[in-house]
């Protein structure tokens, strides 16, 4: 069955960076465009970045020039790197994956932004 797996989350210091991963499995990695997520507490989830099968990006306002999506279609993993973060940041992550009209979810992994 498809799974996600999400690591790489923790507490940060403003101005620090971290790297997310999403190990997938279940399904053709290489051919879908992944996604992460987030969401902070009392929010609704919101769209964080997003890579297409082809390597196309496309990331939320608040993150641009601070965030980066990649992905090893070899290691089947999807990749954050998070750069400059702000207390705003702090959320749980959520990889994400649509195949036909069905998404799956990974477990999410905590990302603190505090000094």
């Known amino acids: 069955q498809v799974q996600l797996v999400e690591s790489g989350g923790g507490l940060v210091q403003p101005g620090g960076s971290l790297r997310l991963s999403c190990a997938a499995s279940?399904?053709?990695?290489?051919?879908?465009?992944m996604a992460w997520y987030r969401q902070a507490p009392g929010k609704q989830r919101e769209l964080v970045a997003g890579?297409?099968?082809?390597?196309?990006?496309n990331y939320a306002d608040s993150v641009k020039g601070r965030f980066t999506i990649s992905r090893d279609n070899a290691k089947n993993t999807v990749y954050l790197q998070m750069n400059s973060l702000k207390p705003e940041d702090t959320a749980v992550y959520y990889c994400?994956?649509?195949?036909?009209?069905?998404?799956?979810w990974g477990q999410g992994t905590q990302v603190t932004v505090s000094s």
């Open positions: 890579i297409s099968s082809g390597g196309a990006t």
């Open positions: 279940g399904f053709i990695f290489s051919i879908k465009t």
């Open positions: 994400n994956v649509r195949i036909g009209y069905v998404q799956t």
